[in-house]
């Protein structure tokens, strides 16, 4: 007896079905990897230490759940949903008390960068969590392709933004927790929005129930109205780049017109400009010069005024104040009588010829 290809399908839609619903319960397997995952981030955030924290994400298994969710949407079985939900709620749920447990034992009084950079999603985070939702429920399809799930862990990660909310939380630091939950809201919808697509333009039957479903329409309608926050912290980074590109750029060439324009950081041979740097964070912006100087005496108060003068005469209505941090340099060395001109490796420059009188009208 033949099997016919429609046989074939709903086999294997059968054995995907299964496979959720396993995903989908709440185990002891899920537990200790949950509890695994947490504590390897929290400790490698704490230690701000990147390695720790991808080794966290490897281990974390809410994807799984995640996945499944999106799956019982376009299947309309919302049993198993909630069943799936209530899972991945629970993780959390244990997540966030071990962070806020080894927050309150650890008490740093601040947080690295590893910390930090969690508390300010934006359009990027979101794009980042659709494509891998799509990328992961592809892999779940295709089985050939099941080794991408190890990087889509690491590309978005669910456990370390929800371990910062503990670490933050127990240090009292709201705003900053709000902006991590905002960061863990952000990869949940997108996962499983770009899973349920992935889904229902890789299988046909699902194709239909995608805008049919209401839990389906909830949650594109959900991830369109992360936009507004996330879209103003992207604009405000963008933003802030170009602010600090400007800066860079005026920078070089405040340090260009001193080498080239002025006789005291430019052409004074017993001043050596090192470099200069701008602390933008003051008002007016405060320019600290670096030179090593063979006498001590010099740059003098009286020249650094006059540069400074020049400085924002080129650079008005933005007003800057200079400090001049010198390095007095001793030149030691005996006196040698010079080499015959003969002997010269590069003879000086010839000097340029004086103008001719022009002849005086009688």
């Known amino acids: 007896m033949s099997t016919t290809p429609a046989t074939l399908d709903e086999a294997r839609l059968d054995a995907l079905r299964q496979e959720f619903e396993h995903e989908a319960s709440f185990s002891l397997v899920f ?185 389906g329409l909830t949650s594109v309608v959900l991830t369109a109205l992360l936009v507004i926050p996330l879209g103003t912290s992207f604009f405000r980074m963008v933003n802030r780049a170009h602010q600090e590109t400007k800066a860079q750029q005026l920078e070089a060439v405040i340090e260009q017109q001193l080498r080239g324009s002025t006789i005291t950081l430019g052409g004074d041979p017993a001043i050596d400009l090192v470099g200069i740097s701008i602390d933008w964070q003051k008002n007016p912006p405060l320019i600290r010069a670096r030179v090593r100087v063979t006498d001590p005496a010099l740059p003098t108060p009286k020249q650094v005024a006059a540069v400074q003068a020049f400085i924002n005469q080129n650079q008005a209505p933005l007003r800057f104040r200079l400090v001049v941090q010198r390095t007095a340099v001793d030149l030691i060395g005996p006196e040698t009588a010079p080499n015959p001109p003969e002997l010269e490796m590069l003879p000086p420059p010839p000097l340029p010829p004086l103008p001719e009188e022009e002849p005086k009208e009688e």
């Open 31 to 215: 537990v200790v990897l949950t509890v695994g995952a947490t504590l390897i981030a929290t400790l490698g955030l704490l230690a701000n230490s990147p390695g720790v924290v991808i080794g966290a994400m490897v281990v974390a298994p809410w994807i799984l759940p995640l996945q499944a969710m999106a799956f019982e949407i376009l299947r309309g079985r919302l049993p198993m949903f909630l069943r799936a939900l209530r899972t991945l709620l629970l993780g959390v749920v244990i997540c966030v008390l071990l962070a806020i447990g080894v927050g309150h034992l650890v008490a740093f009084p601040s947080f690295g960068s590893e910390v930090m950079n969690r508390t300010s999603p934006n359009l990027l985070d979101l794009g980042v969590a659709l494509v891998a939702g799509a990328v992961a429920m592809f892999a779940k399809l295709r089985k050939d392709a099941i080794s991408a799930l190890a990087g889509l862990a690491i590309a978005v990660a669910l456990v370390p933004p929800m371990c910062v909310v503990g670490i933050l939380l127990a240090s009292s630091y709201w705003v900053q927790a709000y902006g991590a939950l905002l960061l863990f809201t952000t990869n949940l919808l997108g996962i499983m929005v770009g899973a349920m697509a992935a889904l229902a333009a890789l299988e046909r039957v699902y194709r239909r129930r995608l805008f049919r479903s209401r839990l």
